[in-house]
């Protein structure tokens, strides 16, 4: 059983998961990134660095109301599938980096 360093609270993210929220979710693991990233002696603070990067351009352009023109020029299917490549991105670094998200 994994020894868990660090915990932190998701329940906002699992509320926008449930809710279908792509760029809910989106704008709370830039915010959960953001504060492990505070975290004393984070071994892949590099790793959630990039992705904080990516999830900040990705909200700069929701706010923009852009998301859907940078969903057609992505080669993903969707918005959906979009944020679920950086909800698994994010979940394996939190398991490299011993994070427990509660709800």
């Not at 926008?16 to 071994?43: A, C, M």
């Not at 909200?59 to 940078?70: N, P, R, S």
């Not at 979009?82 to 998200?101: A, Q, S």
């Amino acid at each position: 059983m994994n020894k868990w360093e660090h915990k932190i609270n998701g329940k906002m993210l699992r509320t926008s998961i449930d809710e279908g929220d792509s760029f809910g979710v989106l704008k709370e693991l830039y915010q959960l990134t953001s504060r492990i990233i505070n975290f004393k002696n984070v071994y892949y603070k590099y790793d959630f660095e990039e992705l904080q990067l990516l999830l900040q351009e990705d909200i700069d352009l929701g706010e923009k109301g852009l998301l859907d023109y940078f969903e057609e020029e992505a080669t993903y299917q969707s918005i959906v599938s979009y944020t679920d490549e950086k909800l698994e991105w994010f979940y394996d670094l939190c398991d490299k980096e011993r994070v427990w998200i509660t709800v």
